[in-house]
Antibody, heavy 123, light 107 residues
Framework: EVQLVESGGGLVQRGGSLRLSCAAS????????MHWVRQTPGKGLEWVAN????????HYVESVKGRFIISRDNAQNSLFLQMNSVRAEDTAVYYC????????????????WGQGTLVSVSS | DIQMTQSPSSVSASVGDRVTITCRAS??????LVWYQQRPGKAPKFLMS???GSQSGVPSRFSASASGTEFILTISSLQPEDFATYYC?????????FGGGTEVELK
């Protein structure tokens, strides 16, 4: 059974940093693209970033470029999101999600999701 | 960015009703669209893509289709466990974008 478990969320001051983690199990983690998706009551669901199987290709939504860094450790079956210079609008539940593409190319959707971790940015 | 417009934003329905949710893309050439179900307090769950029309493990009362620039999710006979919020998402190009959601609530 595929399991994705996020951690690292919490309260952070505006301008501060936070590192989210996602522990993956039940599948060959190194074979899949992975994503971070966030959800706010006001803006709904928003894709944040994705990373290729070997980590050498990454993409970000414009609003987090230059502030967030997605990375992975295939030996530890873990996905990360380093959040720097956080803003009030980064307040959201952050989900780790698996892309079903396992042959090199991403399929650009999410077939498995974690339970989410809440990030709250205080001013 | 491709904007996804979902309608209606909410629908009140009864058990056994047929429910149709529509999603339109700002870019008419979107071909790959997927649907998710989200129950309160839970993560979204992948339902199916418009290309497949159905998905293993998903009840057959759910179906997805496309007509021109319009993508449709149909629940043929609403069951109690189907009361949830449904989202569409275009999977054609980055940045990946979602519709605003359709809340299916009990009438």
């Amino acid at each position: 059974e595929v399991q994705l478990v996020e951690s690292g969320g919490g309260l952070v001051q505006r301008g501060g940093s936070l590192r989210l983690s996602c522990a993956a199990s039940g599948f060959s983690f190194s074979s899949y693209w992975m994503h971070w998706v966030r959800q706010t009551p006001g803006k709904g669901l928003e894709w944040v970033a994705n990373i290729k199987q070997n980590g050498d290709e990454k993409h970000y939504v414009e609003s987090v470029k230059g502030r967030f860094i997605i990375s992975r450790d295939n030996a530890q079956n873990s996905l990360f999101l380093q959040m720097n210079s956080v803003r009030a609008e980064d307040t959201a539940v952050y989900y780790c999600a698996r892309d079903p593409g396992d042959n090199g190319d991403g399929w650009y959707y999410f077939d498995n999701w974690g339970q989410g971790t809440l990030v709250s940015v205080s001013s | 960015d491709i904007q996804m417009t979902q309608s209606p934003s909410s629908v009140s329905a009864s058990v056994g009703d047929r429910v149709t949710i529509t999603c339109r893309a700002s870019l008419g050439s979107v071909t790959w669209l997927v649907w998710y179900q989200q129950r309160p307090g839970k993560a979204p769950k992948f339902l199916m893509s418009s290309a497949s029309g159905s998905q293993s493990g998903v009840p057959s009362r759910f179906s997805a289709s496309a007509s021109g620039t319009e993508f449709i999710l149909t629940i043929s006979s609403l069951q109690p466990e189907d009361f949830a919020t449904y989202y569409c998402q275009q999977a054609d190009r980055l940045p990946l974008t979602f519709g605003g959601g359709t809340e299916v609530e009990l009438k």
